[in-house]
């Protein structure tokens, strides 16, 4: 695995300031885009002269380059530096039962194609992540040796502090422990996994309807249930990792159901509606039966978890809360207790069939930016 440790310099001196103002400078050509050294003097409150200095310091340590001219009014163009996008990179993957997505990441946070990738026999850790790195930068023509980190999501419940898997049906070849491990081993990144719902979660905090909500449950709803929980913008994984695995609380319906994945999983949705599952994703925004006996089952569902966390908001996710979309959030929310939670609101999830990669590319951004960022030196 190839990590980055930051360098350590004593608060205070001259060098210590030289990063930090360093840090500074990088820290603003994320969030604004290409500068010239006048501009980047302005926002960072430094003279000409200095911001110069500091982007010198960022080129030599491959941080930056040059990307263009900026005109402006009187005299010479002026250089603009942006952040170097082929340094530090990542790629994003959601685990699928048959196939996985993927999709590159840099610093900058710029979309890159996504890519849906088949799934041989072959089959494990190594061989399916190498894959994904493979295509993710095949599709934008970037360099696999670049990447340095990994986000996975799946369809599992992690204990990463134990690098340990476990209710892991949809991940043949992938073994109960070490799956990380023999990630880094064998691949050559910094791997991070975790449960496809919490990323879900994530992408739903940072770009979605729950953005300003105190507390929100994503109620995942596909071919199976989970739940991500979301406190003040932390996610909720458990001591074990299994916070959040709904599809497995007991919920007799009256369907002969035992559990809520037996009432809400991608067989009852296809049964319902007297098809499969994917047919019966077309047809239920249109079928006004369907929708309120599937909201019935979701308030179900919902019952005990709200009586636990009592959240603000409850976002109903995967293909079947996208298919309902606002009509099924909003018969959901006309079944919720009033007297016992009056103020949660039911939304329907505005992040996409994507939603995992999207939480796994939010996640290394972050991952990203702090690596890079630990490469800045007193120099």
């Known amino acids: 695995m190839r990590e980055t440790t930051m360098t350590q310099i004593d608060p205070g001196t001259s060098a210590w300031l030289r990063a930090h103002n360093d840090r500074t400078a990088f820290r603003l050509l994320l969030e604004h885009g290409p500068l010239t050294r006048t501009q980047l003097g302005e926002l960072s409150g430094m003279s000409k002269p200095t911001a110069g200095q500091m982007l010198a310091r960022l080129e030599r340590a491959e941080l930056v380059h040059p990307v263009g001219e900026a005109s402006g009014s009187r005299g010479p163009a002026a250089v603009s530096y942006g952040v170097r996008t082929d340094r530090g990179t990542g790629v ?15 610093a900058t946070g710029a979309e890159h194609p996504l890519v849906e990738v088949p799934l041989s026999d072959t089959r494990g850790p190594e061989a399916d992540i190498g ?21 996975v999501g799946v369809q599992a419940a992690v204990w990463q502090e134990h690098d340990t898997l476990s209710l ?34 994530m992408a739903e905090r940072a770009s979605g309807v729950a953005t300003d909500a105190a507390s929100f449950v994503l109620l995942w709803l596909g071919d199976g249930i989970g739940a991500g929980v979301d406190l003040g913008g932390v996610v909720l994984r458990g001591v074990s990792g299994s916070a959040g695995e709904v599809g497995y609380l007991a919920l007799p319906g009256p369907t002969g159901a035992v559990d809520a994945t037996d009432l809400l999983g991608g067989p009852a949705i296809g049964a319902l509606l007297g098809t499969g599952y994917a047919d019966a994703l077309t047809r239920l925004a249109g079928d ?9 089952r979701i308030a179900l569902a919902l019952d005990p978890v709200l009586a636990v966390l009592d959240p603000a908001m409850v976002v109903l996710g995967g293909p079947t809360g996208v298919a309902g979309g606002a009509a099924l959030a909003a018969l959901v929310d006309q079944r919720i207790a009033r007297e016992a939670h009056p103020v949660l609101e039911v939304r329907a999830s505005s992040t996409g069939p994507s939603a995992v990669l999207l939480g796994a590319r939010q996640l290394l951004v972050g991952r990203i930016r702090e690596r890079l960022e630990a490469r800045i030196v007193s120099g």
Do not use: F, K
């Not at 023509?141 to 990994?150: I, K, N, S």
């Open 92 to 106: 994003a993957v959601s685990m699928l039962a048959g196939a996985l997505q993927c999709a590159l990441v840099d």
């Open 131 to 151: 894959r994904a790195i493979r295509a993710a930068c095949a599709a934008v023509g970037a360099d696999e040796g670049a990447v340095e980190v990994v986000a």
């Open 168 to 201: 892991t049906n949809t991940l043949p070849g992938w073994p109960e422990a070490g799956a990380a491990a023999r990630i880094e081993a064998e691949v050559g990144v910094a791997v991070t996994i975790e449960n496809d719902v919490n990323l879900a979660a």
């Open 288 to 296: 006004a039966a369907a929708l309120a006996t599937v909201a019935d």
